[in-house]
C-alpha cells in the first residue's frame, strides 16, 4: 500500500517556465487536495477535489491549475513559474466526510519547488 | 478570520519533562475534527491524534493526549516524558463537518533540550 506518491521529490524552474507536480493516492479517497507550506505561514491551501470531475480553490489558488481525471491522480500545474511560487507542496488525500466520519489526511512527502 | 491559532511560535523544553503545545479555533459548527500533526525535519507531515467535537473524552495515542475544551474552543496536545525526537514543527487542524477541507495552524516548533 503506497499511499499518497508525490512525484518529483526536487525541482529547480526558472521563471516562466511549466511543470506539473504529480500526485496519486491508492487508498481510493474521494477527497484530494494540495498545500504549500512556507515558512511561518502554515499550510495554505491551494485546490483541492472532492472526486473525479470536481475541483475547487483553496485560499491561494492563483497561478496554479488542477484537474481530477481519475479518483487516483490529482495534478498540480504551474503554467508560468514564478519566484513566490518557491515553496514546499504537499498532496493530500482522505475519504469524503460524507461518510459520516471526520477523516484526517494522508500526505505526500512533499516537493521542494525553487524558481529562479 | 483565522480558524486556527496556534500562539507559541517556538518552544524549548527539557527532555524527560512534559510539553503543552497550545491550539485555539474558531467555529461556529456543532459537528467537527480536530487534529495534530507532526513534521519532523526530514519533511514528512505525521498524524499524531484526532479528537471528535462530540467525543466526551479527551483522546489519547500513547505518550499523546488532546486536552479538548469544549467551551473554550482549545485543543492543545500534551507530550508527556519528552524525548530528543520529539523535536519537530506542530500543527493543530480542524475540518468542520459539511466542508470538505481541513484548515492548518501555522504551527510550533519544539525544540528538546538533552
Known amino acids: 500500500n503506497a499511499g499518497v506518491t508525490q512525484t518529483p521529490k526536487f525541482q529547480v524552474l526558472k521563471t516562466g517556465q511549466s511543470m506539473t507536480l504529480q500526485c496519486a493516492q491508492d487508498m481510493n479517497h474521494e477527497y484530494m487536495s494540495w498545500y504549500r507550506q512556507d515558512p511561518g505561514m502554515g499550510l495554505r491551501l491551494i485546490h483541492y477535489?472532492?472526486?473525479?470531475?470536481?475541483?475547487d480553490q483553496g485560499e491561494v489558488p492563483n497561478g496554479y491549475n488542477v484537474s481530477r481525471s481519475t479518483t487516483e491522480d490529482f495534478p498540480l500545474r504551474l503554467l508560468s513559474a514564478a519566484p513566490s511560487q518557491t515553496s514546499v507542496y504537499f498532496c493530500?488525500?482522505?475519504?469524503?466526510?460524507?461518510?459520516?466520519?471526520?477523516?484526517?489526511?494522508?500526505f505526500g512527502s512533499g516537493t521542494r519547488l525553487t524558481v529562479v | 478570520a483565522q480558524k486556527i491559532t496556534q500562539t507559541q511560535p517556538g518552544m524549548f523544553v527539557q527532555e524527560k519533562e512534559a510539553v503543552t503545545l497550545d491550539c485555539t479555533y474558531d467555529t461556529s459548527d456543532q459537528s467537527y475534527g480536530l487534529f495534530w500533526y507532526k513534521q519532523p525535519s526530514s519533511g514528512e507531515m505525521i498524524f499524531l491524534i484526532y479528537q471528535g467535537s462530540y467525543d466526551e473524552q479527551n483522546a489519547t495515542e500513547g505518550r499523546y493526549s488532546l486536552n479538548f475544551q469544549k467551551a473554550r474552543k482549545s485543543a492543545n496536545l500534551v507530550i508527556s516524558a519528552s524525548q530528543l525526537g520529539d523535536s519537530a514543527m506542530y500543527f493543530c487542524a480542524m475540518r468542520e463537518v459539511g466542508d470538505d477541507k481541513i484548515i492548518f495552524g501555522k504551527g510550533t516548533r519544539l525544540h528538546i533540550l538533552p
Open positions: 477535489s472532492v472526486g473525479a470531475g470536481i475541483t
Open positions: 493530500a488525500s482522505s475519504y469524503d466526510e460524507d461518510r459520516g466520519e471526520i477523516y484526517g489526511y494522508t
